[in-house]
Structures are given as C-alpha cells and as structure tokens.
C-alpha cells in the first residue's frame, strides 16, 4: 500500500468520478485506474463500485477511507515540518482569488502555508476574477486564484482545472423537464448572474452573445449562495460552473447540460505578477503546480488540502 494509491483514493472518493479526480492529481485518468485496481488487488476487496455513470465507495472502501485520509494528512504534515526545520522564509505574501472556485480550496492551502512558513506575513483578499487580474497587474497582489482567461498580457498563468457551464434552474421551471437544452431555449428567460468582474459573467454574455440569446439580468449578486437562494424562490435561472451546481445549497435546483462544442469550460488559473515575491512560488509548489504531469497537464496533489469541489 502506496501514499500515492490512498491519495488516489481519496479524491476519487471526492470527486465521485475518475475524469475529474486524475485531473485533481495531476495524472492521466488510466495511471489512476491501474494504481487504484493494484491497491484492491492488493487488499483482495474491491474499494469502488463502477458504473457507466458514476463511482461510489463500497463498504470496504469506506472502511479504508479515513485511514487514508489520516495517512495522506500526516504525511503533508510531515513534508511541512521537515520544510519549516530546514528552510527559512521571511517577508509577506499578498493572495486573492475568486469565491468558490472549486478546483482549488484557498483557506486550507493558505493554511499550510502558514504551517510551513509561519515568519511570512500572509495578506488575503477575495475579489472577483477581472479585479485581481488588474491588482497582479499593478503588483498589489503576488498570486491570485482567478476564473478568466481575458486580459491577462504578461502575467504568468497556470491552469488548475476548467469545468462546463450548466444550467440551473428550480424545480417545476419549464425547462426543468428536459434532458438537455438548446441555446435558443433560453431566450424570453430572467437570469440571477454575478457582476462584471466575475469571471463567470464575462463568459456568460460572450456565450450568451455568439448564441444570439439577449438575456434579461434580473438579479446582480456577489456571492454563489445568494444566487443559488435566488434560484430556488423562482426569481430566475442561471449559467454556472458544474461544481456550483454540485454544491448542497444547490439541491433540489435542477442542473441541465449545454449542447457540446457550442459551450465555453469554465477555466481556473493561478497567476503571478513580474514581481511577485518568492513566497509566492512556494505556495503553487504547495498546490503542486509544476507543470510535470503526465499527458501534458499541470501536476496538482492533494497533499491534505482537503476537497476541491
């Protein structure tokens, strides 16, 4: 039994879905499968139920669970204090992002950092994605967790992750019903969005735009909750990221998918300034954002971090 096989383990217990949770490892979903499958070999008990639709833990996968996830969290403590006893790092780190990005939890993450380098002054701010792409800019933030792809010239970006658009709506809406929707469906509609420094917006008035479908914005939030609460007493539909939709606030809401090849993903970066201090490479090392994954993508572990969804 491999740290890097109860690592797997957990985040497919996570994420409920191979796909996503080798992406949140940073592996190819096949070298995650084979470690998986080596591990129930190992245990001579399979630890996952497969279907053609989702994966579920069996009982000996819930029994192994915690203990994997006491194992993963010790070993990133571990890593921690080995890094604390033999590095020093002083001066300050100034992190924004976004709320709720879902592929990346910052409170934890800012957390570790805290334990590995407790000398370093960490300054937080929570923004929408166009705003802290112009602090980085202006060299008043060194890293920031954002949801765009637009104007961002010579920052250095690292994709996370990136997830589909849906839509969501309340039970008993007229599109609630439908397997899937058209982009010309959601014409004569009202729609909860975010402000215009969300990522999110932007994405949506350009998909919205290049559809032909002028929408009516009924309701302007700054916050994921109020808009799923909006949601549910009938003031409107919305276009959010799936793991939005995913979220408990969200059930009982009905999310419907997009017609493929016409829907934008919805894409999560870090990006640091030409500036930026050295504290804020050690954080994305943290994340695990080397850039050496397999198949090309960007090498991301758990490393204790908990949930990304």
């Known amino acids: 039994m491999e740290l890097r096989q109860l690592e797997y383990v957990v985040a497919l217990a996570d994420e409920g879905q191979f796909t996503r949770a080798a992406a949140v490892c940073g592996v190819s979903q096949s070298g995650l499968s084979a470690a998986i499958r080596s591990l129930e070999e190992e245990l001579a008990s399979p630890l996952f139920a497969r279907t053609t639709r989702s994966v579920s833990l069996t009982d000996a996968g819930r029994a192994l669970l915690p203990h994997a996830r006491t194992t993963v969290a010790q070993a990133s403590a571990g890593r921690d204090a080995v890094v604390r006893a033999t590095h020093s790092l002083s001066g300050r780190l100034r992190v924004g992002a976004e709320q709720c990005l879902g592929l990346v939890d910052v409170p934890p993450l800012l957390e570790r950092f805290h334990r590995r380098y407790p000398l370093v002054d960490i300054h937080f701010t929570q923004a929408g994605s166009h705003d802290l792409v112009d602090q980085v800019h202006a060299d008043a933030l060194d890293v920031a967790f954002v949801a765009t792809t637009e104007h961002l010239g010579v920052v250095n970006s690292l994709e996370i992750g990136r997830r589909p658009i849906v839509l969501l709506v309340p039970e008993g809406h007229p599109?609630?019903?439908?397997?899937?929707?058209?982009?010309?469906?959601?014409?004569?509609?009202?729609?909860?969005?975010?402000?215009?420094?969300?990522?999110?917006?932007?994405?949506?008035?350009?998909?919205?735009?290049?559809?032909?479908?002028?929408?009516?914005?009924?309701?302007?939030?700054?916050?994921?909750?109020?808009?799923?609460?909006?949601?549910?007493?009938?003031?409107?539909?919305?276009?959010?990221?799936?793991?939005?939709?995913?979220?408990?606030?969200?059930?009982?809401?009905?999310?419907?998918?997009?017609?493929?090849?016409?829907?934008?993903?919805?894409?999560?970066?870090a990006i640091t300034g030409t500036r930026a201090e050295s504290s804020a490479a050690r954080l994305l090392e943290i994340l695990g954002l080397d850039g050496t994954a397999e198949d090309g993508a960007t090498s991301r572990t758990r490393d204790g971090l908990g949930s990304f969804a």
């Open 175 to 269: 599109l609630a019903g439908e397997s899937t929707v058209r982009w010309s469906d959601l014409r004569d509609h009202e729609f909860i969005d975010f402000r215009e420094s969300w990522g999110v917006r932007s994405l949506n008035d350009t998909a919205c735009a290049a559809q032909g479908v002028e929408r009516r914005i009924r309701c302007t939030v700054d916050d994921i909750h109020t808009l799923l609460d909006l949601i549910h007493r009938g003031l409107g539909i919305a276009l959010v990221p799936q793991h939005v939709a995913e979220k408990p606030q969200a059930s009982g809401l009905v999310a419907l998918p997009l017609p493929a090849g016409l829907t934008p993903s919805w894409v999560v970066s």
